[in-house]
């Protein structure tokens, strides 16, 4: 690799048919802003799928094609270009590879699975997918698609022609038939004779492993190595081309082995460039250090530099708060018992096609008399509950190895009358074959949708804990599990990603800012919560509270709700309330409970508790920014590599897909780069705003130059890694304390140079505020003192150099964090 990384900035790429104007972001696109990434200080773009994909998809993980660079994004001339203006700048280039699953929603722009279709068994990418073929399949030994609106619906079956095709059509859904068949033929007698039958969509009949359970996502079988070589075959290409220096690999839990798959890759992508995966990992699991990987994509760095900024304390609060309007605490214990229902509803609803399909291979795996006499209804309900209790995504990872049999013991001691279904599973997995495998990859799925996309929807003490990788029962980190786990990355994992926002992130990082500082006003939010809810009741009040919470993150400080503001919530909503699915789902839509919310929604804008939440907000978003700002740089300066999500190098109020994955203004940014290349002088902005200050509190000029402020901070973060790599790839991590009334408000790193231990290897400390608005209403730092080792220490932020022992109030008075770099010493010559 000939481009060290230090950081990276993800691109969220689209073609025009993806957006209703036609705008797009494609290569171009992302070329033209490579000189603001170069200043900004990046040393790699981040690109989101280049694969060609549905071209109407504003994420592109539905690739149809993985041997081709996208046309819709500008192809691989396209990308090439972008790869020598970016390398002519001194970045380089990550991809982002989808190995699970390819997009068949429309099985015409997937030329793979139309063959499949068209040919079956016969097709030579019959093996690309992971088809169950068995006859007792439910579709008669036939590719089961599940696309009926109801089972008579065969009936309104046509022929066709398209683009001189002859196909069978279900209004726009069409499929291939016989090369030899023509319009005058029988419909019906042309359609028993194809490899696949068309199913009603609720009968859960469908034979191929899919992601989670999307239809129109088909799991591919990356454990062949023909598909893996076929499917790689460009990443082959640009790796001998020099395009790109790293990899991110979306989703590697679906795969039949993961470690065999990354063992692969990292033949095709070297030893010396980067490798990260998408694994999410629970709150007590830790990576498997077998796989031949750089680390994750920085959900577990996530968790933990939110929670290191919740105070604590107001767990019981909160607790009570939402159990008053929710029915539950959801603290850890009612989190598992929802976690548990909701995987185990999951798993019988839509992944039940998935879990039959594991019951079929368990029976096949089974050579032993184990279980013999079990029942189907039996053994589908013990092998449900099992997944419902697995604790991980998947558990067949070394470090993960007793994981099943803790939880088969557990079940085999609580429920007596389960263990001959039990036996029979534990037989087939201990065959080491297709149950084994298949086990694993539903566990995942059933863990994403039962949790993530349920119950992560449900719980409402503190939602800004409901995040990728989350823990909602886990009411924040301790300072010392922080440092602990900071050190334990750069010993471990010093080259994994860590990132504040996604292009899946619930909530951007600055929006749970706002919810995280709800837990410093826990009294002051109950009181807001019951005022709210006795003039404007919500029409159910779990879903109040859960959408009132979200909606205090991105409420403006000033007040002025736009309409884009406005429309962009109310789609959220919907989307919330239909994830959820206590009201209203997608598949069963309720319309009148919708409308209901949204009418609540736009009374709480615009109505008479509008002026009381603004109010309540002012100093809500004041603590926010600081806590935005003192969190982006220890993410920028903590272990790892850091992840900047594009546009959030500016305050960002996004929320769940598609509303973060919007245009970003660019020319906004450079603007604002320009003129802290010119200079700032912060003194003077202080004063200024100090001066017009409508309220009182520390750091005016945040709250008028928050922007400003925020791309100040990833600026000199990004420009320090550039100048000092040596102290943050592989670099020490140690903690820094302060001393005094106030020293619990502070969360310090300190880097150095590995080779020379202690502190006098220490070149980089990162100060940050916690609890700010505590802080301020306790009288601020008062004496509090941090001591820095031996020299002189420059503050990036500010410019103003500091020696020993130095007053935090002195330290952090421009800034509510701050990036000392010790300076080099000046000797006589």
Not at 99 to 127: C, I
Not at 234 to 259: C, K, M, N, T
Request: aromatic content about 8%.
């Amino acid at each position: 690799m000939r481009r060290p990384i230090t950081a990276t900035y993800r691109l969220q790429l689209r073609g025009p048919q993806a957006d209703p104007s036609g705008r797009a972001f494609g290569f171009a696109e992302a070329a033209a802003q490579v000189p603001y990434l170069q200043s900004l200080g990046v040393s790699h773009i981040y690109l989101s799928p280049i694969f060609t994909a549905i071209p109407t998809s504003n994420h592109n993980y539905d690739v149809t094609d993985p041997t081709e660079i996208n046309p819709e994004l500008g192809g691989i001339e396209g990308l090439r270009e972008l790869a020598d203006v970016a390398h002519e700048a001194g970045l380089g280039l990550i991809i982002d590879i989808v190995p699970n699953h390819l997009g068949v929603e429309n099985p015409r722009l997937n030329k793979w699975w139309w063959d499949v279709l068209r040919h079956g068994q016969d097709s030579e990418y019959e093996h690309y997918f992971d088809i169950d073929w068995h006859a007792d399949n439910g579709a008669g030994g036939k590719l089961g698609l599940p696309v009926l609106g109801s089972p008579e619906d065969v009936d309104k079956l046509e022929l066709r022609e398209v683009d001189g095709e002859v196909v069978l059509a279900y209004y726009d859904n069409l499929f291939p038939v016989g090369e030899d068949v023509t319009l005058d033929d029988d419909v019906a007698e042309v359609y028993e004779q194809q490899h696949y039958r068309l199913m009603y969509w609720r009968d859960g009949v469908i034979s191929y492993r899919r992601f989670f359970s999307v239809n129109g996502l088909a799991g591919i079988r990356q454990e062949d190595p023909m598909v893996f070589e076929h499917t790689h075959r460009i990443v082959r290409q640009l790796i001998a081309e020099d395009i790109i220096d790293g990899v991110r690999v979306d989703h590697p839990d679906g795969l039949s082995d993961p470690f065999g798959y990354l063992n692969r890759l990292r033949e095709v992508v070297g030893p010396d460039r980067w490798l990260v995966v998408e694994k999410i990992l629970e709150v007590d699991e830790t990576l498997d250090p077998r796989l031949a990987v750089d680390g994750t994509t920085g959900y577990d760095a996530l968790r933990e530099l939110d929670g290191v900024f919740i105070e604590r304390e107001a767990e019981d609060s909160l607790s009570m708060l939402a159990l008053q309007h929710s029915g539950s605490t959801w603290d850890q214990a009612a989190i598992d018992v929802t976690q548990q229902q909701l995987k185990r509803e999951v798993a019988q609803t839509e992944l039940s096609a998935e879990i039959r399909r594991l019951a079929r291979a368990m029976r096949r795996d089974n050579f032993s008399t184990a279980g013999s006499s079990v029942s189907e209804e039996d053994l589908l309900t013990t092998i449900t509950e099992l997944v419902a209790a697995m604790p991980v995504y998947r558990a067949d990872y070394l470090s993960l190895s007793r994981v099943t049999a803790t939880v088969v013991a557990e079940m085999s001691r609580r429920f007596p009358s389960r263990r001959d279904a039990l036996d029979l599973i534990v037989a087939a997995l201990n065959a080491n074959a297709e149950a084994k495998i298949r086990f694993a990859q539903v566990c995942g799925a059933v863990m994403a949708k039962g949790v993530e996309d349920t119950t992560f929807y449900r719980a409402c003490r503190l939602v800004a804990l409901q995040e990728v990788g989350g823990a909602p029962g886990r009411f924040g980190v301790s300072a010392a599990e922080f440092h602990l786990l900071q050190q334990e990355r750069a010993r471990l994992w010093p080259k994994a990603m860590t990132t504040l926002s996604t292009h899946d992130t619930k909530r951007s990082e600055d929006v749970r800012a706002r919810i995280i500082e709800l837990t410093e006003r826990p009294l002051d939010f109950s009181e807001l919560v019951h005022r709210v809810t006795s003039v404007v009741p919500a029409p159910d009040s779990g879903t109040g509270h859960f959408l009132l919470q979200n909606l205090l993150g991105v409420w403006p400080a000033d007040g002025q709700i736009t309409e884009q503001l406005r429309e962009r919530f109310r789609a959220y909503a919907v989307k919330a309330l239909r994830e959820a699915s206590v009201h209203t789902t997608w598949v069963d839509p309720v319309e009148s409970f919708e409308n209901a919310v949204l009418d609540w929604i736009d009374v709480l804008l615009d109505g008479p508790v509008t002026s009381m939440i603004t109010e309540f907000v002012a100093p809500l978003a004041r603590g926010a920014v600081r806590i935005s700002l003192g969190r982006k740089l220890l993410q920028l300066t903590g272990p790892g590599i850091p992840d900047v999500y594009q546009g959030t190098e500016f305050f960002d109020d996004s929320l769940v897909d598609p509303d973060n994955r919007r245009f970003v203004d660019y020319t906004a940014r450079q603007q604002t780069l320009d003129i802290l290349a010119e200079g700032v002088d912060w003194e003077d902005l202080a004063a200024e705003a100090e001066a017009q200050a409508e309220t009182t509190g520390d750091y005016p000029h945040l709250d008028l130059y928050g922007d400003r402020a925020k791309l100040h901070i990833v600026h000199e973060g990004l420009k320090v890694r550039t100048d000092h790599p040596e102290y943050f790839v592989g670099g020490e991590m140690q903690a820094v304390f302060a001393v005094g009334p106030a020293e619990a408000h502070l969360i310090g790193l300190a880097r150095g140079a590995s080779h020379i231990p202690g502190e006098a290897g220490i070149g980089v400390i990162t100060l940050a505020t916690r609890r700010p608005l505590d802080l301020e209403r306790n009288g601020g730092w008062q004496d509090t003192t941090v001591t820095l080792p031996e020299g002189t220490w420059l503050d990036r932020l500010t410019g103003r150099t500091y020696e020993e022992t130095v007053p935090l109030a002195e330290v952090l008075r421009l800034f509510p964090t701050a990036l000392l770099v010790k300076q080099p010493v000046e000797r006589d010559v």
